[in-house]
């Protein structure tokens, strides 16, 4: 390996490890969301509570497609390890379109929610509830971006170390937010779907 | 369009708000028409807003804190002389303006002044003490600086443009809240958290990466220098509480602006848990605070007793043990709110246990002094005084970690002599003594002896007579953030408090004036060797002000104190014969685009005008994706170049060295002589 290899190896080494302290960080801030749906969760205000507003399909569909979109990333991730830029291209896109289901969904529901009149500012407990899987849906949204910024790269370049860190550092990212969903799935909505 | 924003923001209200106003104005223009006027803006531009070498980022950092540090002490000046007046009267401070000036004095003493100034010593020193070229992230540095100058720049705009907040530096609901404090001044707090917050988390996340992956070869753990490890435990604290600070500041800007209930008093709010959040931010950033401070004293302990730390590795271990229980005793800020006597006696002994590392570390410094031919300069004037004041505080603090006498002294004034005790000599001091001790190495001369000691004996003194009559008036029942009061027992500790006040103002003014006089005596003053003070580790191992590629190149490092080994046996001021060139990250303006987005973004979402605010983030968005294409540009600098350098300094410093070489100091040889005399 010549000196500039090992110096570019060494740099993406540390910027997956910065990055990890990053997701480090962040799961932080979601612990606290977490922390403070448990508290809020009985603050409904004689609004709805958890027990009416979720629905049955939706969430299981939703946690499908997050779910799936992990696999493809990973899928992706291999795909430019091993520097095949068609396979890389179908495994992004696909991961992508799953994304952007989920967040379809996630917006019909919070629409259908604001609708119905249990909007965020109607109790603590809906408060609680949209800030915490809005700022999971936000971390979504984010993710999507990076995805057309990688296909962007990965028009525009050869797959080279560049496209390989960013690419680490963007599989990382999104299995904080699958694992993250899984702690939604399984402390906000099944404890109300199943109450 | 301007959202909540129109004339009547401007301070033609009161006569106070407008002077203060006039002097933020005046002086961001004073400093503007000096830089044109002396033609030095390239130069600045060049040299210092767009450079990504941490020693100038470190610098920039310490400027922010100084002067955040002035208008700080204007607001306490301005409470201790309302305060001393304010008996039976009015004082010359309405409520609603005493109560801006106690809630931005906290801001920005701990966000603004104590942040800058610790992140920027561990900026300028510990990539010199850990024997690295730069931080793992050079760039992701210049950002984080100007993050925390846009929430410092918010705060000060805050004089200008509308009114800072009144809810004290906590901003508890739910006073914070729209309904009690309808204006803008909780949201310039919060956006100015939380805005300096993001720049202070990737600080956090660059210096775990730098201290992690870029030791020089045999920097292993057990011989990090201290400050690096209080460095490293600092920044773990950092990248794992300042969540907390975000989620706090995000949920209550939430409930102001879009209607939410966290905090409110209806619609099933618990304002108890902002308590709960914020104090496992604050609680933590208390250590934050002290942890580096402990390392600059433990550095210069060593140095001015000429001996080795005293059980480093109780001090590594005692500084780990404080960076996990700084996370077990947030509870302690608020145990009246009712939590109940088993959760109030858990957190009350962890409070106590806390204290155990803490008092480790004073007998390590205390066994350090022993026996070491001590050399009282100013920065070891510091410590000791930071020895002695510092353990009357943590007694203090002890006290009222029993929570039945906390049910008496909570919100009193003990509570904030008891605060003002830890963290002036426990952080401050210590940045002061940080200040000091590398200034040389900074910028190659050493700071005037004389001044320093003034500034120290004012500075000393005036805290004692500030803040020891607060402990009295505490236990006689005096209430803390009173505007005025009626009991004429108090009056004379009052008066005493304000007196301090003053020494204090003479020690600032003191430090001014060192500042000049060592700029004008900067040749008397000058260091050749790079070694002004016999010191022991690292960072000394290079020239004063050091190259911008830090070391030619490293030395193999074969224990603790690798600068006090190389001159023990005869190596520091050898030349390094094979240097080759060196590659380092060019400028960038990165940091001042993000910088300013970040303001105008912080700015917006103050005062509401959401349709900004949205496009700065879409323009920081845009950046980063754009900047994720270029590749990093790299300075290289010419194998001759560095060579000449290595000649040049080393040539000087052995000329000027007063030290090489002489084992006299060492500790061992100490403890064999003494007993023969």
Redesign the interface.
């Known amino acids: 390996m010549s000196e500039v290899d090992a110096k570019t190896l060494?740099e993406s080494?540390?910027?997956a490890?910065?990055f990890w302290?990053?997701l480090?960080?962040?799961a932080?801030?979601f612990s606290?969301?977490f922390a403070?749906y448990a508290?809020?969760v009985t603050?409904?205000?004689n609004g709805p509570d958890r027990t009416e507003i979720f629905g049955y399909w939706r969430t299981a569909a939703n946690t499908a497609l997050l779910l799936s979109s992990s696999l493809t990333m990973g899928l992706a991730s291999i795909a430019i390890c091993e520097t095949r830029k068609s396979a890389s291209f179908q495994w992004i896109f696909v991961t992508m379109i799953l994304a952007l289901a989920f967040l379809v969904l996630e917006i019909q529901e919070f629409a259908g929610l604001i609708a119905q009149g249990a909007g965020?500012?109607?109790?603590?407990?809906?408060?609680?509830y949209?800030?915490l899987v809005g700022t999971h849906g936000a971390h979504v949204i984010v993710g999507l971006?990076w995805m057309a910024?990688l296909c962007l790269?990965l028009a525009?370049r050869p797959i080279g170390p560049e496209i390989q860190s960013?690419t680490e550092r963007l599989t990382m990212f999104w299995h904080l937010v699958g694992i993250v969903w899984i702690g939604i799935y399984s402390l906000v909505y099944l404890p109300g779907l199943y109450q | 369009m301007f959202g909540r924003l129109n004339e009547d923001a401007l301070p033609f209200y009161s006569e106070i708000a407008m002077a203060g106003a006039a002097v933020t104005v005046g002086g961001g223009l004073f400093v503007v028409a000096v830089v044109l006027w002396t033609g030095s803006l390239i130069y600045l531009w060049r040299n210092w807003l767009t450079s990504v070498d941490h020693k100038r980022i470190g610098i920039m950092y310490v400027v922010v804190a100084l002067v955040m540090l002035l208008r700080g002490f204007v607001d306490a000046l301005m409470m201790r002389a309302q305060q001393a007046m304010a008996m039976n009267s009015g004082g010359y401070l309405p409520p609603e303006h005493f109560d801006q000036i106690f809630s931005s004095h906290g801001t920005i003493m701990i966000l603004f002044m104590a942040m800058p100034f610790l992140t920027g010593l561990i900026n300028f020193v510990m990539p010199l003490q850990i024997g690295a070229r730069d931080v793992?992230?050079p760039r992701l540095n210049l950002i984080s600086l100007y993050l925390t100058a846009a929430g410092a720049g918010l705060v000060l705009v805050s004089l200008v443009i509308g009114k800072f907040s009144t809810a004290g530096w906590t901003g508890y609901p739910p006073f914070s809240e729209t309904e009690f404090s309808p204006g803008v001044g909780v949201d310039y707090w919060i956006w100015a958290l939380i805005v300096s917050g993001v720049g202070t988390?990737l600080t956090?996340?660059?210096f775990?990466?730098t201290i992690?992956?870029?030791r020089a070869p045999g920097m292993t753990w057990m011989r990090l220098p201290l400050f690096a490890w209080t460095a490293l435990c600092a920044s773990i604290l950092i990248?794992?509480a300042?969540?907390?600070l975000?989620?706090a500041g995000a949920?209550l800007a939430?409930?102001r602006s879009?209607?939410?209930?966290?905090f409110?008093n209806?619609?099933?709010?618990?304002a108890m848990?902002f308590a709960n959040?914020l104090w496992?931010w604050g609680h933590p950033e208390v250590y934050i605070l002290i942890l580096p401070a402990f390392g600059v004293f433990s550095e210069i302990v060593a140095t001015f007793s000429s001996k080795r730390l005293f059980a480093y590795n109780s001090l590594v271990f005692a500084t780990v043990v404080i960076a996990l229980l700084a996370f077990t005793t947030w509870l302690h800020h608020f145990f009246t709110m009712g939590a109940g006597a088993s959760v109030n006696t858990a957190f009350g002994i962890t409070t106590m246990i806390i204290a155990v590392p803490t008092g480790v570390k004073v007998f390590d410094w205390l066994m350090t002094m022993y026996r070491g031919r001590i050399r009282y300069q100013t920065p070891m004037l510091w410590t000791v005084a930071f020895l002695v004041t510092f353990t009357i505080g943590g007694m203090s603090g002890v006290l009222l970690a029993v929570p039945a006498v906390d049910y008496t002294l909570h919100n009193t004034t003990f509570l904030v002599a008891h605060f003002h005790n830890m963290v002036i000599p426990g952080a401050l001091f210590g940045f002061f003594a940080g200040y000091v001790y590398w200034f040389p190495k900074a910028f190659g001369f050493r700071l005037d002896e004389r001044w320093g000691r003034r500034a120290f004996w004012f500075w000393v003194t005036g805290f004692y007579l500030a803040f020891m009559p607060l402990y009295a008036l505490g236990l006689m029942g005096m209430v803390r953030r009173l505007q005025h009061y009626d009991n004429p027992d108090w009056q004379p500790y009052l008066i005493v408090a304000a007196i301090g006040a003053v020494s204090v103002l003479c020690g600032l003014i003191c430090m001014a004036i060192q500042l000049w006089v060592s700029i004008r005596d900067r040749e008397r003053l000058a260091d050749t060797t790079g070694d002004p003070w016999n010191a022991r580790t690292l960072e000394w191992y290079s020239s004063s002000p050091p190259p911008v590629w830090n070391f030619a190149s490293l030395p193999k490092i074969e224990g603790s104190d690798a600068f006090w080994r190389l001159k023990e046996r005869g190596e520091a001021y050898r030349e390094d014969e094979n240097v080759g060139t060196i590659s380092l990250p060019a400028n960038s303006n990165d940091g001042i685009v993000y910088g300013a987005l970040a303001f105008v973004f912080g700015f917006c979402m103050v005062w509401h005008i959401y349709w900004l605010a949205l496009l700065c983030l879409g323009a920081i968005?845009t950046h980063l994706?754009v900047s994720?294409?270029r590749d990093p540009t790299a300075e290289v600098i010419p194998a001759d170049e560095v060579a000449r350098h290595e000649h040049d300094w080393k040539t000087a410093a052995r000329a000027g060295s007063r030290y090489d070489g002489d084992p006299l100091c060492d500790y061992r040889t100490v403890l064999r002589k003494v007993p023969a005399q």
């Open positions: 060494e080494e540390e910027r490890y910065g302290l990053f480090m960080s962040d932080i801030l606290l969301l403070t508290i809020m603050a409904t205000d965020p500012d109607r109790s603590g407990f809906l408060s609680a949209f800030t971006i910024v790269h525009l960013i | 793992a992230f988390t956090g996340i660059n775990i990466t992690v992956k870029r990248v794992f300042f969540p907390a975000t989620v949920m939430l409930d879009a209607g939410f209930h966290f409110t209806d619609g099933g709010g618990n848990h959040i496992m968005m994706i994720s294409f």
